[in-house]
């Protein structure tokens, strides 16, 4: 089970509080990482194109 699926199933029944809080802190999370990896994959694609021209 992933701990998305845990936190919005397992973790609500048993503390519906917490799960809110923790809900919040992996949205943040899986927001920045797609963040992080669109700004890699930018920079590869970037030094590609570089190595093409030359």
């Known amino acids: 089970m992933s701990v998305h699926k845990?936190?919005?199933?397992?973790?609500?029944k048993i503390n519906p509080i917490?799960?809110?809080?923790?809900?919040?802190?992996?949205?943040?999370n899986k927001a920045e990482r797609?963040?992080?990896g669109g700004m890699a994959t930018k920079l590869k694609y970037s030094h590609e194109k570089?190595?093409?021209?030359?």
């Open 6 to 12: 845990d936190v919005s199933e397992r973790l609500q």
């Open 18 to 28: 917490l799960a809110i809080e923790v809900r919040k802190i992996l949205d943040e």
């Open 34 to 36: 797609h963040i992080r």
């Open 50 to 54: 570089e190595n093409n021209v030359v």
